[in-house]
């Protein structure tokens, strides 16, 4: 017995000698890893004080501070930056649906600021600015060398004032200038509307408004067509839409799924993931849909697209998106700011991560670009085609009724309708013609 705790108590020694021997160093290097972080934070201070003091013009601490804090967040990522007050109260009007500005989501590449989307029917959109354009200038100061809050900023301005802005864009050979008034957006999340048996559901951001607005659009749609078995399909136009609420885009997503995975975020810890699953009830009824994307596509709309897309729920067409697989979380800090922090990627359900790649699209369609004078001069010169009907004397034909003759002008006034939607919106036609065949296939099944 004596052997027995002689030998547990040698046991034990020895296990505290080892647990000292590897916590040892372990200790040591949290402490130095401390000892560094004072030192480099030594270091900040040194500089603060310095370019206080010493600086050639009397510098104003706070924003020193601000300076200081927001260099170091876009150090990160394009999407990291410090909200000062003013901006952070901005960031929770445009959530609430109304704010101010010219309507442009944008984001920085290159030194200069990129156009992620022009918002619809504002004035960024009504000046003709695509996704994809580079501003350069704004009024004649360039941006080259500023943060993107800081290009922002210099686009702020009173409503009804005039911005000139300088954009360079792909396959046009010299930079331009283009001319907007400043004025107030009012985003309407959703717009719905029928183009002959389909239901368009254009979808321009995802805020607090998104999936209420969905919703009735589809209920109305449905009630003006007479009931569900009048509609061919919906498409979701989610083109040149930046994206916005993580939870709204879920909530769209869940709309036409009924069950499964609809997309999964991964944070810095495992711990830190999050995984969000459909729940039963599809708005659409099981009709086919049809995704509208471009490369204005970005974040909580390539949610949906990916979503809906791994599901088989819906064929996606367009072109590919902008490839932001990111989630940013908005921190409150002292004095009314807030940092924007990024703190995950996201997963569409079969496992892939959209970052710098995009959602590519089942049925790659190109959207035309108009050239107006093109357009006049082929108008001018086209003949008008003579048919039979138009010859003097022609028979008459006799092989239909009176009610079959309508429905005949009724059908060619909805193809010449169809024709014309394809001039003005090639990609949306696209969609509906889709949508036209897959419903007469699922007729003649």
Request: glycine share 8%; hydrophobic share 40%; no cysteine.
């Amino acid at each position: 017995m004596k052997k027995f705790l002689m030998a547990a108590t040698g046991g034990a020694v020895l296990a505290a000698i080892v647990t000292t021997q590897v916590a040892a160093p372990l200790l040591a290097q949290e402490a130095e890893s401390k000892s560094t972080i004072y030192e480099q934070l030594d270091l900040f201070g040194s500089a603060f004080e310095r370019i206080r003091s010493q600086y050639v013009e009397e510098v104003d601490e706070a924003d020193l501070i601000e300076a200081a804090i927001n260099g170091m967040l876009t150090s990160l990522d394009p999407h990291s930056s410090y909200l000062p007050p003013a901006d952070f109260d901005d960031m929770r009007e445009q959530t609430r649906g109304e704010f101010g500005g010219l309507g442009i989501e944008v984001t920085q590449e290159e030194g200069f600021v990129k156009v992620v989307s022009p918002i619809d029917d504002t004035p960024a959109d009504a000046a003709g600015i695509e996704a994809g354009d580079f501003i350069t200038h704004v009024d004649g100061a360039s941006v080259l060398g500023l943060t993107l809050d800081e290009t922002v900023e210099m686009m702020r301005g009173p409503v009804g004032s005039e911005i000139i802005i300088t954009v360079v864009r792909e396959d046009v050979p010299e930079p331009f200038d283009v001319s907007i008034i400043r004025d107030t957006i009012k985003l309407t999340a959703v717009r719905t509307r029928t183009e002959g048996e389909s239901i368009v559901l254009r979808v321009t951001t995802f805020n607090d408004q998104t999936f209420e607005n969905l919703k009735e659009g589809i209920e109305e749609q449905i009630e003006e067509a007479g009931g569900i078995e009048n509609v061919e399909g919906f498409v979701v136009d989610l083109r040149n839409n930046p994206g916005g609420l993580l939870e709204q885009a879920v909530l769209v997503s869940d709309a036409f799924l009924e069950a499964g995975e609809i997309v999964s975020t991964r944070g810095r810890s495992a711990e830190d993931g999050e995984r969000f699953n459909a729940r039963p009830g599809d708005l659409a009824q099981g009709k086919p849909i049809v995704v509208l994307i471009n490369g204005g596509s970005a974040s909580a709309s390539e949610i949906v697209a990916g979503a809906l897309q791994d599901h088989r729920r819906a064929i996606v067409v367009g072109t590919k998106s902008f490839g932001k697989g990111s989630v940013q979380t908005v921190m409150p800090l002292k004095g009314d700011g807030a940092m924007r922090l990024t703190t995950a990627r996201y997963y569409t359900p079969s496992g892939r991560s959209i970052q710098a790649l995009g959602v590519s699209p089942n049925i790659i369609v190109e959207q035309p670009r108009r050239d107006p004078l093109a357009e006049e001069e082929e108008e001018d010169d086209s003949p008008r085609l003579r048919s039979e009907a138009d010859l003097r004397g022609s028979l008459s034909n006799d092989s239909m009724t009176e009610d079959e003759r309508r429905q005949l002008e009724e059908e060619e006034a909805k193809a010449e309708e169809a024709a014309k939607l394809r001039d003005e919106d090639y990609q949306l036609s696209y969609a509906i013609d889709l949508l036209h065949g897959l419903s007469a296939l699922d007729l003649e099944d």
